[in-house]
């Protein structure tokens, strides 16, 4: 009888949990205008400061992750949010949760459209959002620079001023930047794990 009861409690448990990604990942896709760059912030809040879920560092690393890989920011960053937390079931709920709202309001948007797209107070409401998303990406991004420099890694922050003369002032294809970062983090990791070996034999 007990050990039914202990059954029972986890099982109540993995729902509640269940539960509570697909219902975060949705109300933050369903309110969250400007794209995935702008829902990755609210993600890291969410789950990072408010759940204590995912540690900075490593969300972080999700969001590097997500933007090296094909498809949308945002999808790929609630798949490796979710696996994190609960596995496959997890990334299954995450992606759900985040694909949904948009796919509604796209849908109801094409039905609506010619009404819509007349609307003078619509029009500038859009307006109002993009300034709002613009600000809510220059946020990102200082935070984003802010926990690099914060390590003080020279390497790292040679890389990211690099990449960044390199993409503004000479054309760069952001996936040549992005294989060649990969691969000088790669290397770095590597020379320090060889190290470490080497000190520890000693």
Do not use: C, H
Not at 28 to 39: E, H, R
Not at 60 to 82: C, E, F, H, M
Not at 94 to 116: E, H, K, Q, R
Request: glycine letters at 6%.
């Amino acid at each position: 009888m007990e050990r039914v009861i202990v059954i029972e409690k986890i099982i109540e448990k993995d729902a509640k949990l269940y539960l509570k990604l697909f219902t975060s990942t949705f109300t933050l896709s369903a309110f969250t205008l400007g794209g995935g760059y702008v829902i990755v912030p609210l993600m890291r809040k969410k789950f990072v400061q408010e759940l204590g879920w995912i540690e900075e560092k490593e969300m972080l690393d999700y969001v590097a992750l997500a933007q090296s890989t094909p498809g949308p920011i945002a999808v790929n960053t609630s798949i490796l949010v979710g696996f994190r937390i609960a596995g496959v079931l997890g990334a299954l709920l995450t992606v759900l949760g985040t694909v949904l709202p948009p796919l509604i309001i796209i849908s109801l948007v094409f039905f609506l459209y010619d009404a819509f797209s007349s609307n003078a107070v619509v029009n500038a409401a859009l307006l109002g959002m993009r300034i709002g998303v613009a600000a809510v990406l220059l946020d990102v991004v200082v935070r984003m620079i802010w926990l690099i420099v914060k390590e003080k890694n020279l390497l790292s922050i040679f890389i990211l001023l690099a990449s960044f003369v390199a993409l503004q002032f000479f054309n760069v294809s952001i996936v040549l930047i992005i294989a060649l970062a990969a691969l000088i983090g790669a290397a770095e990791t590597l020379i320090k794990s060889q190290r470490e070996r080497g000190q520890g034999s000693k």
